[in-house]
DNA sequence: TATTGTTATACTCTATAACTATA
DNA sequence: TATAGTTATAGAGTATAACAATA
């Protein structure tokens, strides 16, 4: 039995920051917790999904559409292809570059996941009637658009 | 000149927690833009406003309204005491407890970010009316209240 | 010269276990 | 036995600088 002090967050509510920030904690933590079957984090997902809707895509091209940056890319890239879900193949007409795809696994594994991404979905919008919902993602992506950290250029 | 490739980002705009993630990557990118000359992160005001309106309240208080772990909260009062902007006070009647409070360079230093914060919120809410804001801020509290990762028991 | 991908690196946030001193 | 604060540690996200290969 704690003490439940209930302390007074002044203006902090009232910050979209922070408002943000809590929200996706939890948004996040009930995502982790709905695809630790699948060991998938929020940005290889993010990652997987973006190569499935555009396959042969540029590597620097999938990351400044996901608003990560390049060095940073590298990485997930890493992970994806050790555990044989995305690969690099190289690109026709500029061998710099490379083309992403996904493997069967990663096509399988993508497929295997779409009820948990629909329980997921219909958790966190719960206290939200779906015009609510509609609504909030429409209101975040405008925000994001008219402060636009990267991809905006 | 980059090609822009616009890639086609799927179901991912409609999920909340990417929208979200978006939203508060370009939200405190502002932030810290805002309040780099006062040399304050997200946390770091949250933890100075919080004690503003609750001075004498105990660390581990502090720490769950802002759903801060206990542990990750001990770095951030070392550095605002460090910085002169917060102290660690005994608490009377528990000799384990700390009672925490604004310096007088604290609640300077607050005092002279109001400017900031206006001109912050009003930059990141500039494509919302007063009434899409207000909105937003609610759903974002309801989406977090229904969660409730840490604070809610 | 500029771009693609990479390495190295650093900082912040988040999370867990274990310790201390008190209660 | 439980709580308040702390230490140590680890993982993940985010950021910049510099490099090799290629354009």
């Known amino acids: 039995m704690s003490h439940q002090s209930k302390l007074e967050l002044g203006p902090l509510p009232q910050m979209l920051g922070y408002a943000l920030r809590r929200a996706q904690i939890a948004v996040f933590e009930d995502f982790g917790a709905s695809f630790k079957p699948l060991n998938l984090r929020p940005a290889l997902f993010s990652v997987l999904t973006l190569i499935k809707h555009n396959p042969g ?3 620097s091209d999938a990351a400044e559409a996901l608003g990560i940056m390049q060095p940073n890319f590298v990485a997930l890239m890493d992970e994806l ?3 044989d879900l995305a ?3 190289p690109a026709k007409g500029d061998r710099r570059s490379h083309a992403l795809e996904l493997t069967e696994d990663g096509v399988a594994l993508l497929h295997s996941a779409r009820d948990s991404i629909v ?3 219909a958790r966190v919008t719960t206290s939200l009637t779906p015009a609510e919902a509609a609504l909030l993602y429409e209101l975040l992506a405008r ?3 008219s402060l636009g950290s990267l991809d905006s250029e």
Chains 1, 2 share one sequence.
């Open 81 to 83: 292809e050790r555990r």
């Open 119 to 121: 329980h997921h979905e």
């Open 87 to 89: 690969r690099r193949t």
């Open 57 to 59: 895509c540029k590597q």
């Open 143 to 145: 925000v994001e658009r």
